[in-house]
């Protein structure tokens, strides 16, 4: 009796990225974790794209582009994070409104 090795990391993969928007939809806490847990989701889709065999043909591709835009997130994450901070003075979830300019 085989297992096929790739099909349940693969499964992991999904698991990671379902388990971070999961922990990102409950976190009320401070905005550095809820940047880490979309990079965590964009992580785990990186990880199943080269699992399920995403390196083949135009995979390779889309797995360049989804760490490009991984990258991007990043950056603009954390210039969003600083401005945060140096208008508020803290990374609070709680004190960002919709209604301030």
Do not use: K, T
């Amino acid at each position: 009796m085989s297992v096929n090795l790739s099909y349940g990391v693969g499964v992991l993969g999904i698991m990671i990225v379902l388990s971070s928007y999961v922990s990102l939809f409950l976190e009320r806490g401070h905005m550095l974790m809820v940047l880490l847990m979309l990079e965590a989701g964009v992580v785990g889709l990186f990880f199943f794209l080269v699992v399920s065999g995403g390196l083949s043909g135009y995979g390779s591709y889309l797995c360049l582009i989804l760490v490009s835009f991984g990258a991007c997130e990043a950056a603009v994450g954390l210039a969003l994070l600083v401005s945060i901070i140096r208008s508020h003075g803290n990374d609070f979830v709680s004190v960002l409104s919709v209604y301030e300019c």
